[in-house]
């Protein structure tokens, strides 16, 4: 079963201005998705990139209610599933660290679900 990966974001900005850095830092444009909530994605070097908020989480191990958005990283199928997790945690780490620099805000890369698997903090 594959493990999922998030970066939490804490920024009062809103979603436009976000939208428009975290397209700055991956390189590519983000498209607007509307579903049962509205999101904005990306796939890029073999995951898929998608900007979530709000943040639709009850405060539990993480008080969620702190972040603002959700940048969640799911592996899209391209290259060996053998990769896909040690990958989504790498990219995860460094992509949350990117925020964290670019809007000089506070970010929380995390491993897993429900339980607090593996988080790294990226204070301001």
Do not use: W
């Not at 890369?109 to 339980?115: F, I, L, T």
């Amino acid at each position: 079963m594959s493990t999922s990966y998030s970066i939490y974001v804490r920024i009062d900005q809103p979603h436009e201005l976000v939208v428009r850095g975290l397209q700055e830092i991956v390189g590519r444009p983000l498209i607007e998705v509307v579903n049962r909530r509205t999101y904005f994605t990306a796939k890029v070097l073999g995951v898929e990139i998608s900007l979530v908020y709000p943040i639709p989480y009850q405060d539990d191990v993480i008080a969620y209610s702190k972040y603002s958005y959700e940048i969640m990283i799911e592996y899209d199928g391209s290259f060996d599933s053998t990769y896909s997790n040690s990958y989504r945690k790498i990219i995860s780490i460094v992509l949350a660290e990117m925020v964290s620099r670019h809007f000089n805000c506070e970010c929380l890369a995390v491993e897993g679900s429900g339980d607090l698997v593996n988080a790294h903090f990226f204070p301001i």
